[in-house]
């Protein structure tokens, strides 16, 4: 419902349907380098000076605690794992590379690629040390051959970074030849190398990673990994929610001493065959280069500083495939705070962009970073990036973009090398926080309501017609949004519900109120937001706290919800960029709908100021997940028509962040959370699923 603090080191998710049998790829899976301790020749004297000293910096900043290994080996030879037993909540720990495995120094070579200067290492073959990638239905084995793995150290003339880099072949790549897998380094990759190329920290943390086919460049790939609430208080996500729209595998690594099984570690999820895309820390703008071009040069792509999301090394420009893990790094890392969405738009040299704000705020309420999500492609944004605009001075609606702002470990940008000098402003409604306040946001003044137009709609040259309500479902699924949701069984925290929440930080005058009065309080919130539609959204709000009291969790829907959100802007809007990038996907498919699968980096928002009072802020705000299934396409000369089925998944429930957030501006949010984390009522799943007629040519 409300967006939510996301939980994990996050690798955010975007599936594009590829020809290329990349699961297959990743069922192979990669193995490290092995062979026996007592095989392994003496350390020769290092004499390069560049390698000297990348080998005094990695042993200063990685060193081994030999505990580590001693009880590794000791597990291995006394019990393997049964991997049976292993679950996702029991592996979600990232696997420390740092002490089980060692740079072989005598081995390293050094060159400059990209302006810094390079160390390359294999893997030292004193350690019997091996892994491989699975699902739960797979086995392994697969020839190690396939994959190759070494220490990368990286110098930019004032610092290091080191990384762990694995190459994963495919065997059409391989074919008979099992040498080709050497010809590839990070300086140079063989023309025509089908596979992957991963990156992870040291410590274990997955960097970034891309995939190749015939040489080039095709997706950049990440794996997705939500761990939520397994408190024992707590239904599992699949009692919710049936996933069917989607068959997903989960993807686990397992690590091996001697080669018997150790230690397991889930990585993320996969579906319908896609891989999934985006970094798990930083990119930067080589990783973003578009699909089916070479990166630079004939080398693999750079790994990312786990801080940097954006464009350029940079966090100034970030694409939204990659905008949650930098909302996921600031919270988890720098200890801000973020809003919602807030729209309508922004107003820049007199201009008005249509589109969303994100503001980004410490604990003082002080705005750090404002990014601007736009609605449209203009003359200075482009669909598919969020804008850092700079920080909102206290009191101010506009922003100031001189500043290039570091905090919490965190380098946001300078929005002056896009914007220049000009004025930005925001919505009048919100402004700077400060003293303690956050910036005005969705639900600021909810008990004075103010009566507003819907956002305008665009025109990206799709049709739109027919639109019918909750007819019976069909199509094949040809785009969907990426899901929010964790994967089963990891539950979001606005989805769990339980006795013994920490009411810590929520409002002390409410603690203590009996069910009924919390309820009523809860019934006044969502009446003052279906202020101007009390007969329609406003009757289908009680209808959603009636099911709520029921405590039976499940699904909900409504014709009347329904309705008002095909008559919304937002929908529309949502259609029409939906609608403009099936066509684009068409064309290049040269009209063959069975080639045109889309992960679409936008999903329907429901605020805004008509929103906040006529009733679809409150019921749904921010969505999780949305599919669009196809139907009667017909094609002719470049024309096309189609039936398109839209479903969107919301949570109707509330975590801790928002209820803090927002309880001061209406009781209610508190009160919400207390009777759902303290008092045992069940959110459930919101679905609205909605039918157009759109045509479109290219």
Not at 93 to 101: A, L, T
Not at 411 to 434: I, K
Not at 564 to 574: D, E, G, K, L
């Amino acid at each position: 419902m409300l967006s939510k603090p996301l939980t994990m080191t996050q690798f955010n998710f975007k599936k594009l349907s590829l020809s290329l049998t990349i699961f297959t790829l990743i069922v192979t899976a990669f193995t490290i380098n092995s062979c026996r301790k007592d095989n392994a020749p003496p350390q020769s004297t290092i004499t390069d000076p560049a390698i000297s000293q990348a080998k005094t910096w990695y042993d200063i900043r990685y060193s081994v605690n030999t505990n580590n290994s001693n009880a590794l080996s000791t597990a291995a030879k006394n019990s393997s794992i049964n991997r049976s037993l292993l679950t996702r909540n029991s592996v979600n720990q990232q696997f420390d590379f740092s002490q089980h495995i060692k740079p072989d120094w005598k081995n390293a070579t050094t060159y400059t690629r990209l302006k810094k200067g390079v160390v390359e290492i294999p893997i030292d073959p004193a350690f019997n040390f091996g892994s491989e990638v699975r699902n739960l239905s797979n086995s392994h084995g697969l020839n190690k051959k396939y994959n190759r793995t070494s220490f990368l150290i990286l110098n930019d003339g004032k610092k290091y970074a080191a990384y762990i880099m694995m190459i994963l072949a495919d065997s059409t790549y391989i074919g008979s030849d099992f040498k080709k897998l050497s010809h590839n380094t990070y300086r140079h990759h063989d023309a025509d190398f089908t596979g992957m190329v991963l990156y992870f920290t040291p410590k274990g943390q997955y960097v970034n990673g891309f995939t190749y086919r015939n040489g080039q460049l095709v997706l950049s790939t990440a794996i997705k990994s939500k761990v939520g609430s397994t408190s024992q208080n707590v239904k599992t996500r699949a009692t919710l929610l049936k996933r069917e729209d989607l068959n997903c595998t989960d993807w686990y690594a397992d690590y091996y001493v001697d080669n018997v099984l150790v230690a397991s570690q889930y990585l993320g999820t996969t579906c319908d065959g896609t891989i999934p895309a985006g970094s798990g820390g930083g990119t930067d703008d080589a990783s973003l280069s578009p699909a089916g071009t070479d990166i630079i040069d004939q080398g693999f792509p750079v790994p990312g500083d786990p801080s940097v999301f954006g464009l350029n090394n940079s966090n100034t420009v970030v694409p939204d495939a990659n905008f949650d893990n930098l909302l996921n790094y600031v919270q988890v890392n720098s200890g801000l705070n973020i809003t919602d969405p807030i729209g309508p738009g922004i107003t820049y040299n007199g201009v008005f962009y249509p589109g969303q704000v994100t503001y980004i705020y410490d604990s003082s309420g002080n705005t750090v970073a404002s990014y601007f999500s736009p609605d449209e492609n203009s003359d200075l944004f482009q669909l598919g990036m969020e804008y850092n605009l700079g920080d909102l001075p206290t009191g101010s609606n506009t922003f100031d973009s001189s500043n290039d702002i570091v905090l919490g470990g965190i380098d946001f940008g300078s929005p002056a090398g896009y914007l220049g000098g000009g004025s930005t402003t925001t919505n009048p409604s919100v402004v700077g926080g400060g003293a303690g306040t956050p910036p005005n946001s969705i639900f600021s003044n909810v008990n004075n309501p103010t009566d507003a137009s819907d956002d305008p709609v665009i025109n990206l040259g799709i049709g739109v017609t027919n639109i019918s309500a909750d007819p019976p479902l069909q199509g094949t699924l040809i785009a969907h949004t990426t899901d929010r949701r964790p994967p089963p069984p990891a539950i979001a925290e606005d989805m769990t519900y339980g006795t013994n929440g920490d009411v810590s930080g929520i409002a002390s005058s409410e603690i203590n109120l009996s069910d009924n009065v919390l309820f009523g309080n809860m019934t006044s919130l969502f009446h003052a937001c279906t202020f101007f539609d009390p007969s329609g959204l406003g009757a289908v709000g009680d209808k959603m706290i009636q099911q709520f009291k029921t405590k039976s969790g499940g699904q909900f829907s409504d014709p009347v919800l329904n309705q008002r959100v095909s008559a919304s802007s937002t929908f529309q809007n949502f259609i029409q960029r939906a609608g403009n990038d099936i066509n684009t996907a068409l064309k290049n498919a040269n009209g063959n709908i069975n080639q045109v699968n889309l992960q679409l980096n936008y999903r329907p928002t429901f605020n805004g100021l008509y929103n906040k009072f006529h009733g679809l802020q409150i019921l749904i705000n921010d969505t999780e997940y949305t599919t669009i299934q196809i139907s009667n396409f017909n094609i002719l000369n470049g024309n096309w028509s189609a039936t398109l089925d839209i479903t969107i998944y919301d949570d109707f429930g509330l975590d801790k962040n928002d209820a803090e957030t927002y309880q001061g501006y209406h009781s209610g949010f508190a009160d919400w959370w207390l009777l759902q984390h303290t008092r045992g009522y069940v959110p459930f799943t919101t679905i609205v699923h909605l039918r157009v007629i759109i045509t479109a040519s290219f």
